[in-house]
């Protein structure tokens, strides 16, 4: 079992930044990815950025160069640091967890608001 608990999010103004952290707890050894998803309202979730255990990144295209992803394990944090955004970012932003390849741990999702 792996339990994440995100923070981090809030209302923004276009151009701004924020940086979303989740911090995992339980099983972390077994994790060998780790993530951020979206969901804006009426629209399906979506890959925003992942890490690997050796630190390999995949980001969406619409994030690609205004945000990084990154992970410290001494804190068991996952980062998420976005930059220059806009209101299409607007979303609930969910950390997940992955052990091997289909387990999946979610956390509770976290706001973020991005003002015109």
């Known amino acids: 079992q792996v339990q994440l608990v995100e923070s981090g999010g809030g209302l923004v103004q276009y151009g701004g930044s924020l940086r979303l952290s989740c911090i995992a707890s339980?099983?972390?050894?077994?994790?060998?990815?780790m993530g951020w998803y979206r969901q804006a309202p009426g629209k399906e979730r979506e890959l925003v950025a992942r890490?690997?255990?050796?630190?390999?990144?995949t980001y969406a295209d619409s994030v690609k160069g205004r945000s990084t992803i990154s992970r410290d394990n001494a804190k068991n944090t996952l980062y998420l640091q976005m930059n220059s955004l806009k209101p299409e970012d607007t979303a609930v932003y969910y950390c997940?967890?992955?052990?091997?390849?289909?387990?999946?741990?979610w956390g509770q999702g976290t706001q973020v608001t991005v003002s015109s």
């Open positions: 997940f967890a992955q052990i091997g390849t289909y387990l999946q741990y």
């Open positions: 339980g099983s972390i050894s077994s994790i060998n990815v």
């Open positions: 890490i690997t255990s050796v630190g390999g990144t």
